[in-house]
């Protein structure tokens, strides 16, 4: 859905354009402007250079025709792409097959095949440098009678991670894959960038997260808690990292998206959520329904895309 074009911001819009710190944390509700919001910060800051990360590529490509021209629009994927995941791209595939790690480790054990792709998917959405138990799946670690141990789906998931990052091997890769060898190298992006623009925070995997918070540029974040449908990815809601303890943190709570009927009936559920902020509804009143409030609420989940 198109967000509304500013042309007289709210007060709160206006706040978040007119900040001027070093970290910024923009919890915005469905519908209030937060990109349109973004796009007047890096008009007022011409003399700026801004990266805007995105989390997939419809949202960079919309996001490219909005930003002014000293802002970068990319996703995680293709920052990564030109040092890591160009020399991979003959090998490359949309996810790890249970067939090919069956193959490779010589294996009809489905359950042991299945702990094998859950602990590599776990590795790459992490921090951490290496594969450890506590990226094995939690069955694995329960009272459940079977063949193998953590232990060796651990050890298992090493070798199959060396064949996967091994330029000679001819193991097949997926995207996650290049963008964590990234991560792992440590890019610096402050000689190149003296803000990051973060978006749609709460839907980024921690892979993400370690990339942008190494930065020393100035970083502005916005998104929302209640908007996070990435979760089975390993999307964790970076707005309430502990690095972020020391952030600005401003609100966006003026929905244009809908009228004071459904935004009633969202406090309310908000409300039941925790949520001790209300969402005002000032866009066109319409008759309320779970349908309606689904759409304003929920979007569906895109691919991520290079």
Excluded at 36 to 64: C, G, Q
Excluded at 93 to 106: E, G, K, M, P, V
């Amino acid at each position: 859905m198109q967000e509304k074009i500013l042309i007289n911001p709210t007060p709160e819009q206006q706040a978040v354009i007119d900040w001027q710190g070093e970290k910024l944390v923009v919890n915005a509700f469905a519908g209030t402007g937060k990109t349109s919001t973004l796009v007047k910060y890096a008009e007022k800051h011409p003399e700026l250079r801004m990266l805007y990360i995105a989390f997939n590529r419809s949202v960079r490509e919309e996001a490219d025709e909005k930003f002014p021209a000293n802002v970068l629009c990319k996703t995680s994927h293709q920052l990564a792409w030109p040092g890591f995941g160009r020399n991979y791209a003959n090998r490359l595939t949309h996810s790890l097959r249970l067939f090919d790690i069956a193959n490779a480790t010589q294996s009809d054990d489905w359950l042991y095949v299945k702990a094998i792709q859950d602990t590599l998917k776990n590795f790459m959405c992490s921090v951490d440098n290496q594969i450890m138990l506590r990226h094995c799946p939690s069955i694995l670690m329960g009272e459940v009678k079977k063949s193998f141990t953590a232990n060796e789906v651990v050890i298992q998931s090493e070798r199959l991670w060396r064949r996967m990052i091994d330029l000679a091997d001819n193991f097949p890769v997926i995207h996650d894959m290049y963008l964590k060898l990234y991560q792992l190298s440590q890019p610096n992006l402050s000689p190149r960038f003296d803000v990051i623009l973060f978006d749609e925070a709460q839907d980024a995997n921690p892979v993400t997260h370690d990339i942008v918070f190494r930065q020393t540029t100035k970083l502005a974040m916005v998104g929302d808690a209640h908007q996070q449908i990435y979760r089975f990815r390993g999307a964790v809601d970076a707005l309430k990292a502990p690095l972020l303890s020391d952030a600005d943190r401003l609100w966006l709570t003026h929905s244009f998206r809908f009228g004071t009927c459904i935004a009633d009936m969202a406090n309310a559920l908000l409300a039941m959520n925790g949520e001790t902020h209300q969402v005002v509804g000032r866009g066109k009143k319409m008759t309320f329904s779970l349908i309606c409030l689904s759409k304003v609420f929920l979007t569906a989940p895109s691919s991520v895309e290079r």
